[in-house]
């Protein structure tokens, strides 16, 4: 059973960015949606976005404007480019994927993901 891998998590400075990475070495990979989520300590895991096959990314509220997600099917890959980054974006990142790369993905709810990734760390900090 293939995982995503997530990577490029860090430290940044409040304003910085980070991009994190998310491998997912499946044959279709260009079918499937994926998914980034972050958790913090004592809260419960929070999305922070998707992109689906066809590709279109949707945000919510709170890391619109400054979260961006991306893939390159070529490389099994999608990315979470974060800019303007804000203490409070730190978190564990995680990704996920779900088969239904064709569906508007923000309607793919959180236990609808098949496979998810063991997180990294991002740490906002001065």
């Known amino acids: 059973q293939v995982q995503p891998v997530e990577s490029g998590g860090g430290l940044a400075q409040p304003g910085g960015s980070l991009r994190l990475s998310c491998l997912f070495s499946e044959r279709n990979f260009d079918y499937y949606a994926i998914g980034w989520f972050r958790q913090s300590p004592g809260k419960e895991r929070e999305w922070v976005g998707c992109i689906s096959s066809a590709p279109s990314s949707h945000y919510p509220d709170s890391v619109k404007g400054r979260f961006t997600i991306s893939r390159d099917d070529a490389k099994k890959t999608a990315y979470l480019q974060m800019n303007s980054l804000r203490p409070e974006d730190t978190a564990v990142y995680y990704c996920?994927?779900?088969?239904?790369?064709?569906?508007?993905?923000?309607?793919?709810?959180?236990?609808?993901?098949?496979?998810w990734g063991q997180g990294t760390q991002v740490t906002v900090s001065s």
């Open positions: 996920a994927t779900d088969r239904h790369g064709g569906a508007y993905c923000p309607a793919i709810g959180k236990t609808d993901y098949e496979f």
